[in-house]
């Protein structure tokens, strides 16, 4: 590890200042992803501020218009959260396909979502269910969040505070997972709400992407037999030692078909 100033602010005020205030400072979550990476000397910081002693950071809300999880909230809690089994049950399921129980005890939704990893969960989670990223400066909609390979729309030094879910009226989850990690090597989240369907990949791409065609024939028929037929091209899907591209373009085929199924499970 390259040396670097740790510092625990107790606001995020505080962590905003001491963020700016700093040559190459980064935030810290559950350290799940940035710790190894620094360890590995693949990544450097001059000043770390570690976000897990600011109050009102974490936790889950119901309110209205959808579920309000905080940046700080572990998987675990989504996982087990009553709230979120209820309103969005595909959620509570991605939350519990993530790694495993260390991982998802430490492991926060800001963090997954800001490391933009090409194989994590909550990217489809995001972008499938249409939710909104809010940070301390303003309100980023899930179809402009993620970027890039581990790439966001997030500016320096912008902290992600909490993410909205509107809830649909009928959501699916479905991950072919990598046996050792767990992380995706193809998952969906489809969800269905007012005529209109989002269906989102992850573990496919360089980042998470929609699948256009897809949501055209759910829209006109919710059913995994709508999606007959519809084949995603293996040109410029990740290959790597686990999966090889036409593997990956077959697996969104039936991670969708399984993620649709799901949604319409009693
Ligand atoms: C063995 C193992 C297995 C895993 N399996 C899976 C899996 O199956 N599926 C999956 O999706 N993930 C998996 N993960 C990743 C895990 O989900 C982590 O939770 C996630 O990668 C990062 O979250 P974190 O809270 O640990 O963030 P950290 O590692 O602390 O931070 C990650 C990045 O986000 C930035 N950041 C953190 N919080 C904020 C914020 N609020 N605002 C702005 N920037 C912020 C940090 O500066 C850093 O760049 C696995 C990890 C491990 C170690």
């Not at 309103?87 to 396909?97: D, F, K, T, V």
């Not at 430490?106 to 090409?118: E, K, L």
């Not at 269906?199 to 829209?219: D, I, N, Q």
Request: aromatic share 6%; glycine share 10%.
């Amino acid at each position: 590890m390259y040396p670097f100033t740790y510092h625990r602010p107790a606001s995020l005020d505080d962590a905003r200042a001491r963020l700016a205030a700093s040559e190459d400072g980064r935030p810290l979550a559950g350290g799940m992803s940035l710790i190894p990476t620094m360890r590995f000397r693949l990544s450097s910081c001059s000043d770390l501020v570690d976000l897990n002693a600011i109050d009102g950071l974490a936790g889950i809300e119901r309110h209205e218009g959808g579920i309000r999880i905080g940046a700080m909230t572990r998987h675990a809690a989504v996982e087990a959260s009553a709230e979120v089994r209820e309103a969005i049950p595909a959620l509570a399921a991605l939350a519990g396909s993530i790694g495993d129980v260390q991982v998802r005890n430490r492991g926060t939704i800001g963090g997954s979502i800001c490391f933009a990893d090409p194989a994590a969960d909550y990217p489809a989670g995001i972008l499938g269910l249409g939710a909104s990223v809010n940070t301390d400066r303003r309100s980023i909609a899930a179809d402009d969040f993620f970027t890039g390979l581990y790439e966001t729309a997030l500016e320096d030094g912008e902290l992600v505070v909490s993410v909205d879910f509107p809830v649909p009226e009928r959501a699916g989850w479905a991950k072919f997972g990598n046996q050792a990690s767990r992380f995706a090597v193809v998952a969906v989240m489809v969800s269905l709400a007012g005529g209109a369907v989002r269906l989102a990949v992850t573990g496919a791409k360089s980042h998470v992407f929609r699948v256009p065609e897809m949501e055209a024939a759910l829209a006109a028929d919710f059913s995994a037999e709508a999606l007959e037929g519809i084949a995603v091209a293996s040109e410029g899907l990740n290959e790597d030692l686990h999966a090889d591209a036409a593997y990956r373009a077959h697996l969104v085929g039936v991670m969708a078909k399984r993620a649709v199924r799901a949604a319409l499970a009693p």
